[in-house]
């Protein structure tokens, strides 16, 4: 008998692993051109995710305030959100 693996989409994410801190804003300040820096590294490893639509359609459902997720920062999600 052989098991069934199911495998959960966050365990398929090309961001796993070392370079998720990417991903989020360091916890001290980071200069302008850093950030973009990370954010545009970030959103290279997205466009790569076979699970990128996944990421993005869960970030939105929570409203995720902070992050890459799908390919997409903070503010622009917040965009595709719209108010409250």
Do not use: N
Request: glycine content about 8%.
């Amino acid at each position: 008998m052989t098991a069934t693996i199911v495998e959960d989409w966050q365990d398929r994410a090309a961001c796993r692993g070392p370079s998720q801190r990417i991903f989020f804003p360091p916890t001290t300040s980071e200069r302008r051109s850093e950030k973009r820096m990370r954010e545009a590294r970030a959103k290279q490893i997205c466009a790569d995710c076979g699970v990128q639509d996944r990421c993005l359609d869960y970030a939105l459902s929570i409203r995720e305030q902070h992050g890459i997720w799908g390919g997409f920062t903070e503010s622009e999600r917040r965009g595709m959100l719209g108010p409250r």
